[in-house]
Nanobody, 117 residues
Framework: QVQLVESGGGLVQPGGSLRLSCAAS????????MRWYRQAPGKERELVAA????????NYADSVKGRFTMSRDNVKNTVYLQMNSLKVEDTAVYYC??????????WGQGTQVTVSS
């Protein structure tokens, strides 16, 4: 059974940090590029960060560059999103997605991040 399980979300003050995790199971993790998306209330889901299968290349949305860092551990079958200098506008549900070159995709259920004073 394919599973992507996000964790690490929560309530944090502006300027604070959170580290999201996405644990994968039920498929060959190393064959899949990984992405983090987020969706704020009333807004479309947007791509936040992406990482290649070997973790050698990452890309970020302009809105999070310099603040967020995505990484992966192909032994633990887990991807991470380190989020620093959080802003109120980072408040959203964060989702991870696994995507193979063939187009096959899997989504996690999401984890809520709330940035508020």
């Amino acid at each position: 059974q394919v599973q992507l399980v996000e964790s690490g979300g929560g309530l944090v003050q502006p300027g604070g940090s959170l580290r999201l995790s996405c644990a994968a199971s039920g498929f060959t993790f190393i064959n899949y590029a990984m992405r983090w998306y987020r969706q704020a209330p009333g807004k479309e889901r947007e791509l936040v960060a992406a990482i290649t299968t070997d973790g050698g290349t990452t890309n970020y949305a302009d809105s999070v560059k310099g603040r967020f860092t995505m990484s992966r551990d192909n032994v633990k079958n887990t991807v991470y999103l380190q989020m620093n200098s959080l802003k109120v506008e980072d408040t959203a549900v964060y989702y991870c997605k696994a995507r193979r070159r063939s187009g096959l995709e899997y989504w996690g259920q999401g984890t809520q991040v709330t940035v508020s004073s």
